[in-house]
């Protein structure tokens, strides 16, 4: 039996809209604007999948005054880019995106504090599967899921999945915020993805990119200067300029609304119903500089999923405690110092104690609580370390054994780690030039001994971060400090009485029989990875140190 299918678009200031579809033959359909500046019409439909677009005269810039053009629904949910249309799905006489039945709703997630992220490209971490139907797929990422729930991570951060110009790109650049990217599948198989995520503990963050759009996002047709501001938000900083701004300033005062802040804070509620995200990435917040909407979209987030925890994170570069709780509007940042900071110490560049000991406790830097700060030794905006220590001349063995001490770091500091896809096994292909550019994993690098024994290394290092509660507490205290043998020495504890002790080599030279006084104390001391007990007297602990190595102490 037919039912009777609404079809809206809000377009205060245009005179004209028809719809069009394979429904009606692509024949105009009128539609009748209503005093809330929703043009409206509906269509007798069948269950089955049409086609469809609007057709309006334009109040852009970009075109002649009312001049009519066709335009895709931003709210299409699935959409045919080759002829410019929507796609819309009926079952029973509504509208649907897919008929997928989640199967694990139910199942316990990590609490923030508990996470170690992992951030992906799908196409980039698929690219060399064999078989073509999973090569740059949601379902190769599925195939991948052993993989990762073996290194230990327990979310995903996937780069943007929305509909996106072409086939392949980082996706910064949305054209159709309600629809999924094609070309890694379908909607019911990033479901499935993310489902299977769920079942087995791992969370999924998605990319929200809420400060710009493509130039041609449907928006920027159908009326440019009602959604958009005119001229750059952030004209001092124009290297930064990624394509037309939303206006989170505007405000319809005779319709009581502000249409970019109802438009993403649809975007979001859609995903989290639909998709069940659990976390969202905001890009470009410095550029975006508008912390009560970012306020208001996190609450909107936070509200849709409750009981269950939302994770809202900051890309704000510089990064700024300003932008978190308890003030800032959300709840994270990406720690960009402390890549900055830490690479270049990896590196051999330099040495600055006191801006390493800020990096580790971010309280010095104004942030509150560990999961205030995302860690990160590199993500998609900057080089891998591998390569890092090859541009300074650091190779083979020696790079290696820096990598580990970085992951060191990375884990044992306060805040919430995160891994670049690769990172874990000594991937070193340079950033790439072009965004539309593919530069898949180098799975291959497994074969290589160095590669797999930085894998195990990390594997170690997340298990003890997710075991040892003291990792995951808000508590840091530097204990020995010496920099002219470039060592540092810290403790992680927490109230249930976990305590870690990091001593770090940052030097060339070996230091044997290093002395570390004040010591903390506990009935005994194990080298976590010496997988032997040992002993700290009065006077402290004797430990040899190889170069650019650290040991981790764990108290039992």
């Known amino acids: 039996m037919p039912g009777l299918i609404e079809f809206t678009l809000f377009a205060p200031r245009n005179k004209e809209v028809a719809l069009i579809g394979s429904f009606s033959d692509w024949k105009e359909m009128p539609m009748r604007k209503g005093e809330d500046g929703y043009f409206r019409t509906q269509a007798q439909l069948e269950d089955g999948v049409y086609e469809y677009k609007f057709r309006i005269q334009s109040k852009s810039p970009n075109f002649a005054q009312d001049e009519w053009v066709d335009v895709i629904d931003p709210y299409a949910t699935n959409v045919n880019e080759d002829k410019n249309c929507g796609v819309v799905q009926i079952k029973e006489g509504q509208r649907i995106v897919d008929t997928y039945i989640w199967q694990h709703d139910e199942m316990p997630l990590p609490d923030n504090r508990e996470l170690v992220i992992y951030e992906m490209h799908v196409a980039d971490f698929t690219g060399n599967q064999v078989n073509p139907n999973k090569r740059g797929k949601y379902l190769g990422v599925i195939e991948k899921l052993d993989y990762l729930c073996e290194l230990g991570i327990n979310a995903i951060e996937l780069m943007p999945v929305n509909e996106y110009p072409g086939d392949y790109s980082w996706g910064y650049k949305v054209r159709h915020f309600f629809a999924t990217e094609s070309s890694y599948g379908s909607t019911e198989d990033l479901k499935r993805l993310i489902d299977k995520c769920h079942g087995r503990g791992i969370r999924v963050f998605m990319d929200g990119i809420y400060n710009h759009t493509d130039k041609e996002c449907p928006l920027m047709l159908i009326d440019r200067n009602y959604w958009y ?194 990172e874990e096994f000594g991937e070193y292909q340079q950033k790439s030039e072009s965004v539309t550019k593919p530069q898949k994993i180098t799975w291959s690098l497994l074969e290589g001994e160095q590669n797999r024994n930085l894998l195990e290394y990390y594997k170690k290092l997340i298990a003890l971060r997710k075991e040892n509660l003291a990792l995951q507490s808000d508590n840091i205290e530097f204990f020995h400090e010496n920099a002219d043998a470039k060592v540092l020495a810290y403790t992680r504890w927490d109230e249930e009485g976990s305590d870690v002790v990091v001593v770090a080599n940052f030097s060339d030279q070996n230091l044997n029989q290093y002395e570390i006084s004040d010591f903390p104390t506990a009935e005994y001391w194990r080298d976590w990875f010496g997988n032997c007990e040992v002993e700290a007297g009065e006077d402290g602990l004797v430990t040899n140190l190889p170069s650019h190595t650290a040991k981790i102490f764990v108290s039992q």
């Open 229 to 422: 501001y005119e001229h750059a938000h952030y004209p001092e900083d124009p290297d930064n300029y990624w394509g037309p701004e939303f206006n989170y300033n505007n405000y319809d005062q005779e319709l009581d609304v502000k249409p970019a802040w109802k438009y993403i804070g649809d975007v979001v509620q859609f995903w989290i119903k639909e998709y069940h995200i659990d976390g969202i990435r905001f890009d470009a917040v410095r550029q975006l500089n508008n912390f009560e909407f970012l306020g208001w979209l996190a609450e909107q987030g936070k509200n849709h999923v409750a009981p269950k925890q939302f994770y809202n994170i900051a890309e704000h570069i510089p990064d700024t405690s300003n932008v978190v709780k308890p003030d800032g509007p959300l709840d994270a940042c990406w720690h960009e110092s402390f890549h900055y900071f830490v690479v270049p110490l990896i590196c051999g560049e330099k040495f600055e104690l006191e801006q390493l000991k800020q990096v580790l406790d971010p309280r010095q830097q104004g942030y509150a609580i560990a999961t205030n700060v995302i860690n990160y030794l590199a993500t998609h905006d900057r080089e891998r370390l591998l390569r890092e220590l090859g541009n300074h001349a650091v190779f083979d063995a020696d790079a290696f054994g820096r990598a580990k001490l970085a992951a060191v770091l990375l884990m044992t500091a306060m805040g919430i780690p995160m891994l670049w896809m690769g």
